[in-house]
């Protein structure tokens, strides 16, 4: 029986009750959808441990259930006989069966448990009242990560841990991680069922850390994550790191964390002389930045460009933080078809903009309409029409923090 010192878990993810009918509504594979996809920092924090000589394994329960539906985790945990449990907490949808999979661990196993990530941060509190979670790891968890767990492996006092908060401490958020070149976000080796991971995923590379943007409903956004994270501007990694890790990842597709229309000048020059076996998908905050895009033309076997203006009305758009106009985007559209990219075109439009106390319908008139007029220019653009729940972050304040952690957990 291989004991291990870690075991991470990535839990089945739900989205919170009082939006389901409105996923509901919006078919059965968005009303189904497990979050299979793992935050893309827990790869370097993972690895990190490795790198400090801690023996990790990870199991991605949403891709378990999909490649081996018998899976037990109470054999898993026979199995490995981990010391440390860590699971991550990092989108609101992975707390209700984050904290049913922390609760299981804990009468099954019995050891000590983590949870970290962005909802893990902002709920903290909450989730130090419950019995069975030892630990919270609040912000960035690189280097706070691997000084707890060998803190907990060597029997060491933890009340001195950055980021960290158990029931007998509290330690402010003091460290952001600026060392980004530092960690290896690519390989996924510790991950049971990897290759099928990457199969089955496109893979989220880590170049840079900190949304400059300002989203109404986003937790993710600048005035957030400086709050959650401590982070104050937008860093990214080396150029020639980014290169290194494109080379050496396998998937077919590879999307960036941050839109490549933020990267800096060297970086895009730096990418631009090379070829990456890769496709490339790339979200875009706003319009697409051409310059930057042409450059990049002869890297990629392929582009996808994908997109979220979010409404038709233009006025609804920029409340919900995205200030470009109709005719901006549909010019940007034309540039694209123009200069015959090798792609394709993603557009994601929101239905309905859902709190806990309210569902926002948008205005179906305009954004079929400009849906329309998309399609007139780009026919084969595949569009999507779906809900979004605003990020519990953002209703911090106007909903008491007790209240806010029962309704995104239930």
């Given at each position: 029986m291989p004991q291990i010192d870690v075991l991470y878990i990535?839990?089945?993810?739900?989205?919170?009750?009082f939006s389901r009918k409105?996923?509901?509504?919006?078919?059965?594979?968005?009303a189904e959808h497990c979050f299979g996809f793992i935050p893309m920092g827990i790869i370097g924090v993972i690895n990190n441990l490795i790198k400090h000589g801690?023996?990790?394994?990870?199991?991605?329960?949403?891709?378990?259930?999909?490649?081996?539906?018998?899976?037990?985790?109470?054999?898993?945990?026979?199995?490995?006989?981990?010391?440390?449990?860590l699971i991550d907490m990092h989108w609101y949808v992975q707390?209700?069966?984050?904290?049913?999979?922390?609760?299981?661990?804990?009468?099954?196993?019995?050891?000590?448990?983590?949870?970290?990530?962005?909802?893990?941060?902002?709920?903290?509190?909450?989730l130090l009242k419950i019995s069975y979670i030892d630990y919270v790891l609040k912000g960035d968890a690189e280097k706070p990560l691997a000084e707890l767990c060998s803190a907990i492996l060597g029997n060491k006092p933890k009340n001195k841990i950055q980021n960290i908060a158990s029931g007998n401490f509290?330690?402010?958020?003091?460290?952001?991680?600026?060392?980004?070149?530092?960690?290896?976000?690519?390989?996924?080796?510790?991950?049971?069922?990897?290759?099928?991971?990457?199969?089955?995923?496109?893979?989220?590379?880590?170049?840079?850390?900190?949304?400059?943007?300002?989203?109404?409903?986003?937790?993710?956004?600048?005035?957030?994550?400086k709050a959650l994270f401590g982070r104050n501007s937008t860093i990214f990694r080396s150029p020639e790191n980014v290169v290194k890790d494109l080379k050496s990842i396998s998937a077919e597709t590879v999307n960036f964390s941050l839109d490549l229309s933020l990267m800096p000048d060297e970086l895009i020059e730096r990418l631009s002389k090379e070829k990456f076996n890769s496709n490339l998908r790339n979200e875009f905050f706003h319009t697409a930045d051409l310059c930057k895009l042409r450059k990049l033309k002869g890297s990629f076997p392929s582009f996808d460009f994908v997109f979220s203006p979010i409404a038709g009305n233009e006025d609804v758009r920029k409340k919900y933080g995205k200030p470009f106009s109709n005719k901006q985007f549909l010019d940007c559209l034309r540039r694209i078809e123009e200069e015959d990219y090798n792609g394709g075109i993603i557009v994601y439009f929101t239905d309905y903009v859902i709190?806990?106390?309210?569902?926002?319908?948008?205005?179906?008139?305009?954004?079929?309409?400009?849906?329309?007029k998309i399609l007139e220019i780009v026919p084969y653009a595949?569009?999507?029409?779906?809900?979004?729940?605003?990020?519990?972050?953002?209703?911090k304040g106007r909903i008491p923090i007790k209240r806010l952690f029962r309704l995104y957990s239930a």
């Amino acid at each position: 029986m291989p004991q291990i010192d870690v075991l991470y878990i990535h839990p089945l993810g739900k989205n919170p009750a009082f939006s389901r009918k409105y996923f509901k509504k919006a078919g059965k594979t968005a009303a189904e959808h497990c979050f299979g996809f793992i935050p893309m920092g827990i790869i370097g924090v993972i690895n990190n441990l490795i790198k400090h000589g801690l023996k990790v394994r990870g199991i991605s329960l949403p891709l378990k259930k999909r490649i081996n539906p018998s899976f037990s985790l109470e054999e898993c945990l026979k199995f490995y006989n981990p010391k440390v449990i860590l699971i991550d907490m990092h989108w609101y949808v992975q707390i209700k069966n984050g904290l049913e999979t922390a609760r299981q661990c804990k009468k099954i196993h019995g050891c000590k448990i983590i949870i970290g990530g962005m909802s893990a941060t902002l709920f903290y509190e909450e989730l130090l009242k419950i019995s069975y979670i030892d630990y919270v790891l609040k912000g960035d968890a690189e280097k706070p990560l691997a000084e707890l767990c060998s803190a907990i492996l060597g029997n060491k006092p933890k009340n001195k841990i950055q980021n960290i908060a158990s029931g007998n401490f509290d330690n402010e958020i003091t460290y952001s991680c600026t060392d980004i070149d530092n960690y290896d976000y690519v390989n996924m080796g510790f991950l049971e069922d990897s290759e099928a991971y990457i199969s089955m995923f496109d893979f989220w590379l880590m170049v840079g850390k900190g949304c400059p943007f300002n989203c109404e409903h986003c937790d993710g956004s600048h005035h957030k994550t400086k709050a959650l994270f401590g982070r104050n501007s937008t860093i990214f990694r080396s150029p020639e790191n980014v290169v290194k890790d494109l080379k050496s990842i396998s998937a077919e597709t590879v999307n960036f964390s941050l839109d490549l229309s933020l990267m800096p000048d060297e970086l895009i020059e730096r990418l631009s002389k090379e070829k990456f076996n890769s496709n490339l998908r790339n979200e875009f905050f706003h319009t697409a930045d051409l310059c930057k895009l042409r450059k990049l033309k002869g890297s990629f076997p392929s582009f996808d460009f994908v997109f979220s203006p979010i409404a038709g009305n233009e006025d609804v758009r920029k409340k919900y933080g995205k200030p470009f106009s109709n005719k901006q985007f549909l010019d940007c559209l034309r540039r694209i078809e123009e200069e015959d990219y090798n792609g394709g075109i993603i557009v994601y439009f929101t239905d309905y903009v859902i709190y806990p106390e309210k569902a926002v319908k948008l205005d179906e008139n305009a954004r079929n309409e400009f849906i329309r007029k998309i399609l007139e220019i780009v026919p084969y653009a595949l569009v999507k029409v779906l809900p979004q729940v605003a990020d519990p972050g953002t209703l911090k304040g106007r909903i008491p923090i007790k209240r806010l952690f029962r309704l995104y957990s239930a």
